[in-house]
């Protein structure tokens, strides 16, 4: 199994940007998501987690929520097992804490098709 670790999380202010990185040990991480994908997900008090986005092992097709399409990319790495979230023009509403998983069904925005959830990284927006 993979283990993920998310970084790059903080507090900044609306309008700033932040990348975020996901960090795969343990299984050969190109090997296990060769024909899968990853994912961010964030989720704050009291809510449900949600999809933010998705990319395949190739990079060639990202997916993402539309509130966050335009001003966040992901990317990854595979030869340095890391996947990534630029998130620019953050706002308010951007704040919670920030997961990347490993997706199970191509494709997927839902949370249960996901697995080997990491810790997640606090990203806090002021206003």
């Known amino acids: 199994q993979v283990q993920l670790i998310e970084s790059g999380g903080g507090l900044v202010q609306a309008g700033d940007s932040l990348r975020l990185s996901c960090a795969a040990s343990?299984?050969?991480?190109?090997?296990?998501?060769?024909?899968?994908?990853m994912g961010w997900f964030r989720q704050v008090p009291g809510k449900e987690r949600e999809f933010v986005a998705a990319?395949?092992?190739?990079?060639?097709?990202?997916i993402y929520a539309d509130s966050v399409k335009g001003r966040f990319t992901i990317s990854r790495d595979n030869t340095k097992s890391t996947m990534y979230l630029q998130m620019n023009s953050l706002k308010p509403e951007d704040t919670g804490v920030y997961y990347c998983?490993?997706?199970?069904?191509?494709?997927?925005?839902?949370?249960?098709?996901?697995?080997?959830w990491g810790q997640g990284t606090q990203v806090t927006v002021s206003s």
């Open positions: 998983a490993v997706r199970t069904v191509v494709g997927s925005r839902r949370v249960e098709d996901y697995t080997s």
């Open positions: 343990g299984r050969t991480f190109s090997a296990y998501v060769i024909v899968m994908g």
């Open positions: 990319i395949d092992y190739s990079g060639s097709s990202p």
